[in-house]
């Protein structure tokens, strides 16, 4: 898995919350927004997890 | 319109959708400028239960640039807060508001001003919990309704003064003729009418924005922290400012059917820009205006061919056949529009115009270019500069000039012969104009702060 922040942030609080987009499932590539940060992920397991989990 | 609804995008987010700008020496504070910036285009004034208020979830600002760069020296960042006194209630109000605390007045809005520069983190708080005033809805509801808004001006000390709520659009403008490929009711029988002959002879203007509202967000700031120390005088680069406004959201957005809400997190994008009038609605393309609002003004090279050939230079001659063969032939000639660059991305260098120069360097970047050295006019002209008025647009803006006429009279070619001696103006070039004037207006503009009339009210417009 390879990261890159937008900015960087603590984690965020349990109230908060948190939006992921899976940019493209094939290479894993997914965008990870929370409070007003960004990281992008390169995950293809946990993209392709996430695909799953949607029924 | 001057910004309204330019872009396909933004024209789906109204609450973040910048209307206008305004920025001028204040003529009662001399020692101040005012910078306003518009909102939430086309309210109709009886628009309840829920009336207009700015979006708690967009980051709005207004900018200032004092060495040239096209980038934020100065911003005003401005965060509104909804509340409601009883969520048992359907209505905006129970009673009366005669105050902004008025216990009948359920549903207010708060904001946060605060001031930012480059290196200085999250910046400076310089007011809190400032209350908006409440739309102007009726003689039942908002009985005093000049006095009440006018409390909402707050004094923030160092003579900073702020107000942000709902005001009477200013800014006028004939779209219903100026829509309908290029009308301009005072000439409309000149106009080439696609052969239908519609119009046989000439009309008055009539203003689209009459009776309608918009949201303002001003400011009145001291000259001396807006510009860079030391500036002195007309002809001192550092006298001279460029402003645009902003509106930002965060950048990923669900809508929790749960709850009923929309959930948004993320790093805040802009997705509204405005400096010069009627730029991103006229002179950008619509196959760039979504980008174009997503951009600080440093990076306006990039559409500087939109400025220097402009389609509706090409368009007038061919609407309004005959009237415009100089233009026609400027626009044949294929030559850059140089005037409009200087006036639009750069600024007018001196000694074009005597006694006046607003020139920011080459970064190309459309900003409102606003000479502070330059005093209030004592006889303004709503032509500004054209009119001989160097207080005016587009040397800033005031809330009256006639930014239409002046546009349209530069696009037709009047101002190219600042840069081009060789060239003659068409004798239409200096009367083209939409036929309204600031008596168009129904709201009287106010001769002091936040400027920008008394907001109709739902109960008497539309009468």
Redesign the interface.
């Known amino acids: 898995m390879a990261a890159a922040a937008d900015a960087p942030r603590a984690h965020p609080s349990p109230a908060e919350p948190v939006i992921v987009h899976v940019r493209d499932l094939r290479s894993g590539e997914m965008d990870v927004f929370a409070g007003e940060s960004k990281t992008r992920l390169h995950d293809p397991a946990l993209a392709a997890r996430l695909a799953h989990s949607v029924r | 319109m001057s910004s309204h609804r330019e872009a396909p995008e933004i024209s789906m987010d109204p609450v973040a959708d910048s209307t206008d700008l305004y920025a001028f020496v204040s003529p009662d504070q001399p020692d101040t400028v005012t910078l306003i910036a518009n909102y939430i285009p086309l309210q109709e004034p009886a628009g309840g239960p829920n009336f207009y208020q700015f979006g708690d979830s967009v980051r709005y600002e207004i900018h200032v640039d004092n060495d040239g760069d096209g980038l934020a020296d100065i911003t005003y960042r401005f965060t509104f807060t909804s509340r409601l006194r009883d969520p048992e209630t359907f209505l905006y109000n129970t009673g009366p508001i005669t105050s902004l605390n008025s216990p009948n007045w359920n549903s207010r809005q708060f904001y946060s001003v605060r001031r930012l520069m480059p290196g200085d983190g999250t910046g400076t708080e310089l007011g809190k919990d400032l209350a908006c005033p409440p739309c102007n809805i009726g003689p039942l509801s908002t009985p005093h309704y000049a006095s009440l808004a006018a409390s909402a001006v707050h004094d923030l000390g160092s003579g900073i003064k702020v107000f942000a709520g709902q005001r009477a659009e200013g800014f006028y403008v004939d779209l219903g003729a100026i829509f309908d490929l290029g009308d301009l009711r005072p000439f409309e029988n000149l106009h080439a009418q696609y052969g239908m002959h519609v119009f046989s002879s000439p009309a008055p203007g009539v203003n689209a924005t009459n009776g309608l509202n918009v949201h303002s967000i001003g400011l009145q700031v001291p000259i001396t922290e807006l510009v860079q120390k030391g500036a002195s005088g007309v002809s001192d680069p550092k006298s001279v400012i460029g402003v645009w406004t902003t509106a930002s959201r965060?950048?990923?957005?669900?809508f929790d059917a749960t709850t009923g809400k929309t959930?948004?997190?993320?790093?805040?994008r802009q997705v509204s820009r405005l400096g010069n009038p009627l730029i991103n609605e006229v002179i950008i393309a619509l196959g760039d205006k979504d980008r174009w609002n997503t951009l600080p003004p440093a990076g306006d090279k990039q559409f500087a061919h939109y400025y220097a050939h402009p389609g509706l230079a090409a368009a007038l001659p061919a609407l309004y056949p005959g009237v415009f063969p100089n233009l026609a032939a400027l626009v044949k000639s294929g030559k850059a529009r140089a005037d409009l660059e200087a006036i639009l991305l750069t600024g007018i260098p001196g000694g074009i115009i005597s006694g006046f120069q607003n020139n920011t360097g080459p970064v190309l970047s459309d900003m409102l270019r606003l000479n502070t050295a330059i005093k209030p006019s004592n006889s303004p002209n709503i032509l500004g500069l054209l009119g001989g008025d160097l207080a005016g647009f587009p040397n800033g803006r005031r809330v009256f000039d006639d930014i239409v006429t002046v546009e349209l009279r530069a696009v037709a070619g009047l101002t190219y012969a600042l840069v081009d001696k060789s060239f003659t103006p068409d004798a239409a070039a200096s009367k083209v104009t939409d036929g309204l004037t600031d008596t168009s207006v129904k709201a009287p503009y106010l001769s002091t702060f936040p400027y920008l009339g008394v907001p109709y009210s739902g109960f008497y417009n539309p009468s």
């Open positions: 965060q950048s990923a957005s669900v959930v948004s997190t993320g790093p805040f």
